[in-house]
C-alpha cells in the first residue's frame, strides 16, 4: 500500500516542476521578442536620424531692390511755353502766349510713400498778345517767378505730386499812347509728375495755372485803364539732387 503522505508530495513536486519549466520557457520568449523589438526600435530611430541630416534644398535670397530716395536738395532748369488772356477795361479780353526758360531750385523730405517739399523758380518769359482797344493794346509777362510747396506720393521712381503757392512777375501793358509795368504778386496752383533717372537726377512735366492780378495804367488809354493777366504753363525740367 502507498503511504498518502509520499503521493501528496510527488503530486506537489511534479505541479511545481511543472510550473517551473513552463515559467522559464515564458521568460525566454518575452526576452527574445523584447530584444527583437528594441533592435527594430534602434535601427528605425538610425534611419529617421540619417534622414533628418540631410542638406535642406537651397533657396537663394531674394535680390534686394533699393527704392528711389526723394529726400534731399536739388538744384535744376526748366522751360516751356505759356498761354492765356489778358484784359483792359472797356476792351474784350484777348490771347497771350509765348515761352519761358529759368533756374529752379528746391527741397524734399519723404515719409513713407509720400514726399513734401518747397520749390522755387525764376523764369525769364516772353508771354504777350494784343488786342482792338482805343489805342491798340498789348500785355506782354516779362519774368515769372514762384514759390511753391509740393506735396507728391512716390511710386519707386515715380512721383506724381500738387503744388500750389505764390506767384510774381513783372507783366507790362502797352498801346499807342504810352506803355507801362508793374511786378505783382499773385497766386498758382498745379500738378505734374517727376521720374528718377538716376540717384542724383530726375526729370518733371508739370502744369501751372498763374494768376497775376491786376494794375492801372494811367499812360495806356483814356481814361486809365486796368490791366490784368492769366496764364497757363506746360514745362519740363530737369533736377540734380544732392
Known amino acids: ?36 523589438g528594441l533592435a527594430a526600435l534602434a535601427a528605425f530611430t538610425s534611419v529617421a536620424s540619417a534622414a533628418d541630416l540631410r542638406p535642406m534644398p537651397y533657396a537663394a535670397p531674394a535680390p534686394y531692390v533699393a527704392y528711389y530716395n526723394w529726400t534731399g536738395f536739388y538744384v535744376g532748369i526748366n522751360g516751356g511755353g505759356g498761354w492765356g488772356s489778358s484784359s483792359w477795361t472797356g476792351a474784350n479780353s484777348f490771347n497771350t502766349s509765348g515761352g519761358l526758360i529759368g533756374g529752379t531750385v528746391g527741397y524734399m523730405r519723404q515719409f513713407g ?3 513734401a517739399g518747397i520749390e522755387a523758380d525764376l523764369d525769364w518769359a516772353n508771354i504777350q498778345g494784343g488786342g482792338l482797344c482805343t489805342f491798340a493794346c498789348q500785355t506782354t509777362t516779362n519774368w515769372l517767378g514762384t514759390a511753391r510747396g509740393r506735396v507728391g506720393y512716390a511710386f ?4 506724381p505730386y500738387v503744388t500750389g503757392g505764390l506767384a510774381f512777375g513783372n507783366f507790362e501793358a502797352q498801346s499807342n499812347l504810352g506803355k507801362s509795368d508793374t511786378t505783382n504778386v499773385g497766386w498758382t496752383i498745379g500738378a505734374g509728375v517727376e521720374y528718377g533717372l538716376a ?3 530726375s526729370v518733371k512735366g508739370e502744369y501751372l495755372y498763374v494768376d497775376l492780378g491786376n494794375f492801372n495804367c494811367s499812360t495806356c488809354n483814356l481814361p486809365a485803364t486796368t490791366v490784368d493777366a492769366h496764364t497757363n504753363i506746360m514745362r519740363a525740367g530737369l533736377n540734380v539732387h544732392f
Request: glycine share 6%; no cysteine; charged share 25%.
Open 1 to 36: 500500500m502507498r503511504d498518502p503522505g509520499l503521493l501528496t508530495r510527488m503530486d506537489t513536486f511534479g505541479a511545481y516542476g511543472a510550473l517551473s519549466i513552463f515559467t522559464e520557457d515564458e521568460i525566454m520568449k518575452r526576452v527574445l521578442l523584447t530584444s527583437v
Open 113 to 115: 510713400p509720400v514726399v
Open 156 to 159: 519707386d521712381r515715380w512721383m
Open 199 to 201: 540717384p542724383n537726377v
